[in-house]
């Protein structure tokens, strides 16, 4: 098991209103699957993921990766995690503008304890040509893929995608979807993509529908699809 949480809760104050963001969310994924989460906009999946990642703590309830209790780590305990065991992408790519391809790159692999080579991730996502680039110089499914080869490179236990491909066509959406089924099967990464298209559910191992915080359905696929036979 890779995944493990269970009861976890969720409580956000705005001034003196508090607003109970995840309820008591139950969720496992096994090493080496592909989880998909959909919901709502302000259904939490993003602060589900965000505690996944050690970018923010649980009020109670209990997450497990990979055996490490979440709970139970320091400050300084929870940023080790998040920089050696988890890998991180977004909706809108998150890269250093004035560092090249490459170097985005780098810098993240530097900090890693078995990180990967940089050339073949970035041969991995097909930017090995492009890697003295600039981001501005690069096109918004280009910087996804670079971002991706930063996430994977320092080899995480688990890549977590919030929105991967949410500010991508179509066709370059399936072309990083296809890219993140072939992390998966080389390198055997678990992964845990956020979407709001229903049809990316087609190539995930386990779906997890959120609505108000909580679980409402999960089901398990056991003929996950290849990403380029997804159409929407
Ligand atoms: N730091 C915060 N302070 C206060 N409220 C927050 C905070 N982060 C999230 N929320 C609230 O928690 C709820 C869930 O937010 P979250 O970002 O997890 O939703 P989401 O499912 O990812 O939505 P979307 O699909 O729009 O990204 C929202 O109502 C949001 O306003
Ligand atoms: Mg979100």
């Known amino acids: 098991m890779l995944i493990d949480m269970a009861n976890v809760k969720k409580s956000y104050a705005t001034g003196t209103v508090i607003t109970e963001v995840l309820k008591g969310i139950g969720m496992k994924l096994d090493k080496g699957e592909i989880g998909v989460i959909l919901g709502p906009s302000g259904s939490g999946k993003s602060t589900l993921m965000n505690i996944l990642g050690g970018i923010d703590r649980a009020d109670s309830g209990r997450v497990f990766v990979d055996g490490i209790e979440l709970g139970r780590l320091n400050d300084d305990q929870l940023t080790e995690y998040r920089r050696h065991d988890i890998g991180f992408v977004f909706q809108f790519y998150n890269l250093v503008p004035n560092l090249t391809a490459v170097e985005n790159v780098e810098v993240v692999s530097n900090i890693g304890k078995s990180p990967l080579d940089t050339d073949e991730v970035l041969a991995a996502v097909g930017m090995k040509d492009k890697k003295h680039r600039f981001p501005r110089e690069l096109s918004g499914g280009e910087q996804q893929r670079v971002s991706i080869a930063r996430a994977i490179v320092k080899n995480p236990k ?32 678990t992964i845990l993509m956020i979407t709001h298209n229903a049809a990316i559910a087609a190539m995930a191992n386990r779906v997890f529908k959120v609505r108000s915080g909580e679980i409402a359905d999960q089901s398990v696929n056991p003929n996950p699809v290849p990403a380029e036979r997804i159409e929407w």
Do not use: W
């Open 158 to 189: 688990l890549l977590l995608c919030d929105e991967p491909t949410g500010a991508l066509d179509f066709h370059t959406s399936r072309s990083i979807l296809q890219l993140l089924q072939r992390v998966n099967r080389t390198y055997g990464t």
